[in-house]
């Protein structure tokens, strides 16, 4: 007996169940709140290390003949799409379900697609996020764990930006997003780009580090001046530059700490007899 899911037959309640669940358009959040990740042992999404994650990145920029400014995302499509198969579509029409979820991309991978949403508030450098998030999971072979995939908005924070917990999904989001930040902003044109304009800004290390912001007005416009630089550069958004900095070591951010945390973080430890 074989069961039709949204996207193929399958003998499997499991395989069954979890198109379904894929097929809501259901949020990252959503989807580790009703998986279970123990389910397929076989399908355990396997560790990448940030290295080898700018390892990729730094292929693919090979690829394309990168040297400077803007990636052409395109021109990386176009690869793929001659090595995979990959169909990508842009400024797609969003269903009303997907409008009211703020759903900005998709990824399916069998046969490989990706579509871009059109948006009722156009952001270049949140769409160029959004397609490198889910060439990422192309690239990362993500399509030997999931169906499909949702980009929602609140996926490219700063906060998802952290470490993963662990599960299977949050794992390859966060691969998936580290990937896409490398491939938006290269690794080496980025930290020779930063000190170029830590030089010209006179800005030194006072023990936080080259690029350190809070909420002093003289520090948040020396790092307004410095991730306007990478935003125009790279054709990004704020946050994705932001991130980028803190992931290569080059910016603190203190912004969300309180005087007296700043203070006590400052003070040296001491080890009590």
Same mark, same amino acid.
């Given at each position: 007996m074989y069961l039709q899911s949204p996207t193929r037959y399958t003998n499997s309640l499991s395989d069954f169940l979890e198109d379904l669940l894929l097929d809501q358009a259901l949020s990252p959040g959503q989807l580790r709140a009703i998986?279970?990740?123990?389910?397929? +042992?076989?399908?355990?999404?396997?560790?990448?290390?940030?290295?080898?994650?700018?390892?990729?990145?730094?292929?693919?920029?090979?690829?394309?003949?990168?040297?400077?400014?803007?990636?052409?995302?395109?021109?990386?499509?176009?690869?793929?799409?001659?090595?995979?198969?990959?169909?990508?579509?842009?400024?797609?029409? +969003?269903?009303?379900?997907f409008v009211e979820r703020q759903i900005l991309g998709r990824i399916t991978f069998d046969p490989p697609t990706i579509e871009i949403f059109r948006q009722a508030s156009?952001?270049?450098?949140?769409?160029?996020?959004?397609?490198?998030?889910e060439l990422a999971h192309h690239l990362l072979g993500h399509g030997d764990h999931m169906v499909r995939e949702y980009c929602q908005d609140d996926d490219f924070s700063i906060e998802s930006g952290q470490a993963p917990d662990g599960t299977d999904i949050k794992r390859m989001e966060f691969q998936a997003n580290y990937l896409a930040s490398s491939l938006l902003l290269p690794k080496h044109?980025?930290?020779?780009?930063?000190?170029?304009?830590?030089?010209?800004?006179?800005?030194?290390?006072?023990?936080?580090?080259?690029?350190?912001?809070?909420?002093?007005?003289?520090?948040?416009?020396?790092?307004?001046?410095?991730s306007a630089h990478f935003m125009t550069e790279y054709g990004v958004s704020r946050t994705?530059?932001?991130?980028?900095?803190?992931?290569l070591g080059l910016l603190r951010d203190d912004r969300n700490l309180s005087a007296s945390q700043r203070v006590m973080e400052k003070l040296p430890s001491v080890d009590w007899p």
């Open positions: 998986t279970n990740v123990q389910a397929k +042992p076989s399908g355990v999404v396997p560790f990448v290390g940030k290295e080898i994650l700018e390892n990729v990145a730094s292929r693919v920029h090979q690829d394309i003949s990168y040297l400077s400014g803007r990636v052409a995302l395109d021109r990386v499509c176009d690869t793929e799409r001659d090595r995979s198969g990959l169909v990508l579509k842009l400024d797609a029409e +969003p269903s009303s379900d156009p952001n270049a450098g949140r769409n160029r996020f959004t397609l490198a998030h044109n980025v930290i020779e780009d930063f000190h170029g304009l830590v030089g010209k800004l006179g800005l030194s290390n006072r023990g936080y580090g080259l690029l350190y912001v809070d909420k002093q007005p003289c520090n948040i416009q020396n790092f307004e001046t410095i994705a530059a932001t991130l980028r900095l803190q992931a």
